[in-house]
């Protein structure tokens, strides 16, 4: 069973930044993509930074590119997602996911349904 935990969500002016990570337990963290997605209230959730085993490959929804940037430490089993000029659109839960699925690890995975594991979410709230 794979265990994932972010922190680092919370409130922050408009233009602020914040760092989210992952921890990840259980599995062989490093040989997995991952990605981050989140859930505004009434909206579907949404990846905006995915990267692959290595990191060599990223993603990054059009409205976050230049702002955020996903990276890994496998040796330490965290994924981060640094956030910057944040604004009151970017406003949602935050989740991270991993994809268990061996042989996989070389992209970086954008849909729902490309991810086994699912972290509870943390809450990230941008003030106009």
């Known amino acids: 069973q794979v265990q994932l935990v972010e922190s680092g969500g919370g409130l922050v002016p408009a233009g602020g930044s914040l760092r989210l990570s992952c921890v990840a337990s259980?599995?062989?963290?490093?040989?997995?993509?991952m990605g981050w997605f989140r859930q505004a209230p009434g909206k579907e959730r949404e990846c905006v930074a995915a990267?692959?085993?290595?990191?060599?490959?990223?993603y990054y929804a059009d409205s976050v590119k230049g702002r955020f940037t996903i990276s890994r430490e496998n040796a330490k089993n965290t994924v981060s997602l640094q956030m910057n000029s944040l604004s009151p659109e970017d406003t949602a839960v935050y989740y991270c996911?991993?994809?268990?699925?061996?042989?996989?690890?070389?992209?970086?995975?954008?849909?729902?349904?490309?991810?086994?594991?699912w972290g509870q979410g943390t809450q990230v709230t941008v003030s106009s």
């Open positions: 996911a991993i994809r268990i699925i061996i042989g996989s690890g070389t992209y970086a995975y954008t849909g729902i349904n490309d991810y086994s594991y």
């Open positions: 259980g599995r062989a963290f490093g040989s997995y993509p």
């Open positions: 990267i692959s085993w290595s990191g060599g490959r990223t």
